[in-house]
């Protein structure tokens, strides 16, 4: 054989292969979510080129498949359209090298969450997850276990502080409690989907949501309650919508969507009340916002630039922290940060982009038989409520399940869809007199 040619022969069968999607789904959202730990342990260069390693596979993982991918259906135009935004604002960026790594950092993670959304369905996108959260969940019990009570020397490998003796807070392999409760929150949907679905034994479905609900509670963080409420606030209305008779269920719909407007109004006029009664923890975030607020009057249609996490020496985010003190790396609020990094315009845009996917996602899930549909209005219900609190979405894990659910709610409800139709639709036959 010669050699020469056998990778054009066994390559292309390689990408397309079942195998390589499930290989690639796990080791990009392991690499993601483990993004703390891998710098941590050896740098932000080798995660870097983990990352830029997965772009070139799953790039190639596209090529093999270019006949069943249809390049229309290939990415959502309203996450098109924000990329772009995002991009154009190195133009008035006072850092374009900065902006542009900040976005090259966007693009790379959205374009990973655009293969696995293509080349894996619902499920095993659901079940992917699940696997990767309940290793590294393990792990981080594992690991506050060891350092917080078998070690007897005082060691903090990862940032561990080792509290889990005290009730936490822990962070485990995430970095901050923060970002470790957002994470168990991820995983508790993803586990009880996994359970109603029978994808795994039951012995392993109730070792995960243990797992996930003690380091959920362990993590302290001060999120994971309200966003918590709001999953089961959710989850009790997509089961109303499901167990509802079709045609009474688009009034239902209505009713809902109504209330949830009414809902996000009156916390928005009331969110002074609202903080001072959340505790110490939401006052300090209130804090940030109102000095924020003061930057985005300078530049409020199109924000200072794109960066993601906050450049240490880089105005306005250095002149933020020196006013208070800290030493932010976001704006501990999504929206905020888009509207400082991007303005009001990239805050409508991507507050469209993601309501357009809840909607599509939502009406899917209301009709389908399957529970399985409701993971991908679940998981953007996790990550818009906790928007309000941390700016996870942005970037990394959070940035890219936002993504696949965009992408999942494209293929679905989607004017492509009406276009696919009328493309195969049957072409009229003419009958001739006779």
Known sequence: MNTDEAPGRWLPELLRSAGMARAFTLTTMAAVFSSHAIQWTAGLVTYVTIVAGLCVVGFGMLVARHREISLLRLVPVSLVVFLAWTLLSVFWSESRSDTLVGWVSLMGIAFLAIVIGH??????????????????????????????????????????????????????????????????????????????????????????????????????????????????????????????????????????????????????????QLIAAAGPDFSIRANLWRVLSFYVRFYPVQGFGWFGPWPREQYPFVSINFQLGKHYSTALNAFADLVLQVGWLGLFLFVAMAGIAVIRSWLVAGERRSVVYAWTPLILVVLLVNSLFESFTLFGGGWMLLVICLVRAGQSRSWRERLDVTADAPLPVAHEEP
């Open 119 to 272: 080349v894996r369905d619902t499920l095993q996108t659901a079940r992917a997850l699940g696997d990767v959260m309940r290793w590294l969940l393990s792990i981080s019990l594992a690991m506050e276990i060891f350092i917080g009570i078998l070690s007897r020397a005082p060691v903090h490998w990862l940032g561990i502080a080792g509290d889990i003796v005290r009730f936490g807070p822990v962070e485990g392999i995430f970095g901050t409690r923060n970002m470790l409760g957002f994470v168990a929150v991820l995983a508790l949907v993803t586990f009880v989907i996994e359970w109603r679905t029978a994808s795994v034994r039951p012995g392993v479905a109730v070792y995960s949501v243990a797992v996930g609900g003690a380091l959920a509670v362990l993590s302290r963080s001060p999120t994971v309650l309200a966003v918590a409420a709001a999953v089961g606030v959710a989850t009790a209305a997509l089961a109303w919508v499901r167990h509802t008779k079709p045609h009474d269920r688009m009034t239902l719909q209505w009713s809902l969507g109504a209330a949830a407007v009414v809902g996000v109004a009156a916390a928005y006029l009331f969110r002074h």
